[in-house]
């Protein structure tokens, strides 16, 4: 059955909002550690938030499957407002899927379940959206790599557990490997596979 | 601006449709991800003859917006063919602001050379890519370089850095000299002058590279380890002048020289065209300044 809320709550300005969103989003994965504003142009139905819904419709397609976890799957107005508004198909498994969209990162399958990619085309890898509720309450990783000057915190909250350990056994496959948006309600941070964690500041 | 060239701006803005852009978008944020691969993407066919920079004016129309001002430099020049045409393409297709001051620029589409002036965080720069496959004047086989790739095999990049020395006694590539970045991928600098390559070492701009032809796009995200592939007693050298710039002076920055007559007379002035402007206006001035201008 189609309700409303399938439908509405897209970009109301497409080819501008998704400019300014797909800018936020190059910031943030240029500058890993930092946080990209981004207004809140999407209203998807819950649990699907406003910020991560923007970056589906920025980035997704007909030539992306997407994937969603147990919450988002288990919302029937979540798949049909990303069907509508993106026309990208359902993956089945997370290794077909060129987005996945999690809406609960705490009870997350191991990272090494999504695509890779190969060694000859790291890029055929999935791009892990995760809803957090804060970039800054959580418990404050430090981080190196491609984009950071010297050193880059960030301290997002939920995170899947484990989340160093499965995080350097991902900078480890490089160049395969999958990359992550943090999606918080008023802005973005990205942790490219090139990103290196550190236990702590020295 | 006439009114036709508003309504295109506001029918399509920048020209791409938006699943191509989307399509572009995501191969940009690859390339980021895995500094000096070369990501494929479906390069689109684009109103002007590939050579001419396809690839980087896909990748500037995927990233622009209304609130960007766009410099184009074709050889370090605003003022040639390319640049203009570049630049009035943006103007007709997104109504966006063009400059050539590169300090207010936010994008930058380059073909060749990087400004003098040093690049900040806010900008990116966006080159135009012929041949984004560094290996392949090596190794003619795409299946064969991206297996290269793939188990870091460059000996064959350092074999041909080799017989350049045991040939010329020298490593006589001036452009498109190899670059190793972030330790892992041997990448083309795109025929920029050698002279440049250091500009793109921990260079604080975002720097796209766009193959239309080719079909490749890669990048190297701000802060990012590039080194020159060099050997111990043959360390990576850039050129050097004999003499400063003949308009503006300017020492340490790349010349271009300009043949002035039929019996040898010649000048040696800035590549970036901008960039001696700006010294001439400061009031520097070179040997040949009174006479040219």
Redesign the interface.
């Known amino acids: 059955m189609v309700l409303a809320e399938h439908i509405t709550g897209g970009f109301g300005d497409?080819?501008?909002n998704?400019?300014?969103v797909?800018?936020s989003?190059?910031g943030a994965?240029?500058?890993p550690g930092t946080v990209s504003p981004v207004a809140s142009l999407a209203g998807p139905p819950a649990p699907l938030s406003p910020t991560a819904a923007a970056i589906a419709l920025?980035?997704?397609?007909q030539?992306?499957p997407v994937w969603l976890d147990a919450s988002l799957r288990g919302s029937e107005a979540v798949a049909s407002w990303i069907g509508f508004h993106t026309g990208a198909p359902l993956a089945h498994t997370p290794a077909d899927a060129?987005f996945a969209l999690v809406a609960d990162p705490a009870s997350l399958m191991a990272l090494e379940n999504f695509a890779q990619g190969?060694?000859?085309?790291?890029?055929r890898?999935t791009?892990l959206v995760f809803q957090v509720a804060s970039l800054t309450a959580g418990e404050t990783l430090f981080f190196e790599?491609?984009?950071?000057?010297r050193v880059a915190t960030l301290a997002p909250t939920p995170l899947p557990r484990h989340f160093i350990e499965q995080w350097k056994q991902n900078r480890a496959r490089?160049?395969r490997g999958v990359?992550l948006i943090l999606a918080a309600g008023d802005g973005i941070a990205c942790l490219?596979?090139?990103t290196r964690i550190r236990a702590s500041e020295a | 601006m006439s009114a036709l060239d508003k309504d295109i701006a506001t029918y399509n803005f920048a020209y791409l449709d938006e699943q191509t852009k989307r399509m572009i978008r995501r191969a940009i944020l690859k390339g980021i991800a895995i500094p000096g691969y070369q990501v494929p993407f479906a390069s689109r066919e684009m109103p002007m003859p590939y050579g001419w920079g396809t690839g980087g004016v896909q990748v500037t129309a995927a990233i622009i917006g209304p609130d960007d001002v766009l410099k184009v430099i074709d050889q370090g020049a605003d003022d040639t063919t390319n640049a203009v045409s570049i630049r009035n393409f943006f103007r007709k297709v997104a109504s966006v602001e063009t400059t050539t001051e590169t300090a207010r620029a936010t994008i930058i589409q380059t073909r060749h050379r990087i400004p003098e002036l040093p690049l900040t965080a806010g900008q990116t720069l966006v080159y135009q890519v012929p041949i984004p496959e560094p290996l392949r004047f090596l190794e003619p086989r795409e299946t064969e370089t991206r297996k290269m790739h793939a188990l870091e095999e460059y000996g064959l990049m350092h074999v041909k850095l080799y017989e350049d020395i045991a040939r010329h006694g020298r490593i006589a590539t001036t452009y498109a000299y190899p670059v190793k970045v972030e330790g892992r991928y041997v990448m083309d600098p795109s025929p920029t002058p050698k002279f440049d390559n250091p500009k793109m070492h921990m260079s604080a701009a975002l720097q796209l590279f766009g193959a239309g032809r080719e079909k490749r796009i890669y990048a190297i995200p701000p802060f990012t380890e590039v080194v020159s592939l060099d050997f111990e007693d043959h360390p990576f050298e850039v050129q050097t002048f004999d003499k400063p710039c003949a308009l503006c002076a300017a020492e340490n920055v790349y010349l271009d020289e300009v043949i002035l007559d039929d019996r040898g007379g010649r000048m040696f002035v800035c590549s970036d065209t901008d960039h001696c402007e700006k010294r001439q206006a400061e009031g520097h001035r070179g040997e040949l300044a009174g006479e040219i201008a």
């Open positions: 497409p080819v501008f998704a400019q300014s797909f800018r989003v190059m994965i240029a500058r920025t980035l997704c397609d030539d992306t060129h190969t060694q000859e085309y790291p890029d890898s791009t790599g491609p984009g950071i000057e490089f160049p990359d490219p596979r090139s």
